[in-house]
């Protein structure tokens, strides 16, 4: 068990990395603006549960084929940037098509939570993260490395369950105003759209090099 001192040290790092939007959290943001309060919760417990992945990617040393495997880290990385413009451009094309009168129909809990979970695990930068940061806190001589991975992982995705879901809130509330106007109702699809498109963009290439 890790000590007092290392498990608050843990938490100011957490909280201060988690204050600080990344792409989940605009994707979190972005899904919720979008779609509303319901939608935003559903994609930060999808988001998240790929975090408990990543977590137990760290813990099994999985994440280290991404660390020497310049393939794998590029085959992840496109993966990802691919699913996140395609999201894009399935909005844009949305937005063309639907006229003013058109009520936007909300995509399905399931799908909502699956798009969730796969933008956050197709994010080689994430798996990174998790491998990088966890064992930063790891004492050998205060018990199993792997549980203490699996400890940290959990705090840090409980944690990050808190700051997602408050974004996710201010997400449904300005998504909110401007669904009351049919013009800023067509402005935020285009938005939402070049969002996503530019997440993608940014996943394949910043950070192209093998870390």
């Known amino acids: 068990m890790p000590t007092f001192s290392t498990l608050s040290l843990f938490l100011l790092a957490a909280f201060g990395l988690l204050v600080a939007p990344g792409p989940a959290v605009l994707y979190v943001i972005t899904r919720s603006a979008e779609q509303g309060r319901r939608a935003g919760f559903t994609t930060v417990l999808g988001v998240e549960l790929a975090g408990l992945v990543h977590t137990a990617a760290a813990a099994f040393g999985l994440s280290a084929l991404l660390l020497t495997s310049a393939l794998a880290f590029s085959i992840v990385k496109y993966l990802g940037a691919a699913y996140l413009i395609y999201l894009g451009l399935r909005t844009l094309l949305t937005a063309k098509k639907d006229s003013p009168t ?55 995705v409980l944690l990050a369950c808190c700051t997602d879901s408050v974004y996710a809130l201010l997400g449904s509330t300005v998504g909110k105003l401007l ?26 290439v910043i950070g192209s090099e093998k870390k």
């Open 102 to 156: 058109q009520v936007h129909i909300p995509r399905s809990t399931s799908q909502l939570f699956t798009q969730g979970f796969l933008v956050n695990l197709l994010n080689p930068k994430t798996a990174l993260f998790f491998y990088a940061f966890l064992p930063q806190f790891v004492d050998p001589t205060r018990g199993a490395p792997i549980e203490q991975i699996f400890l940290f992982g959990g705090i840090f």
């Open 179 to 204: 669904r009351t106007n049919v013009k800023l109702r067509r402005l935020q699809r285009y938005i939402t759209g070049s969002i996503y498109i530019v997440l993608g963009i940014t996943t394949a």
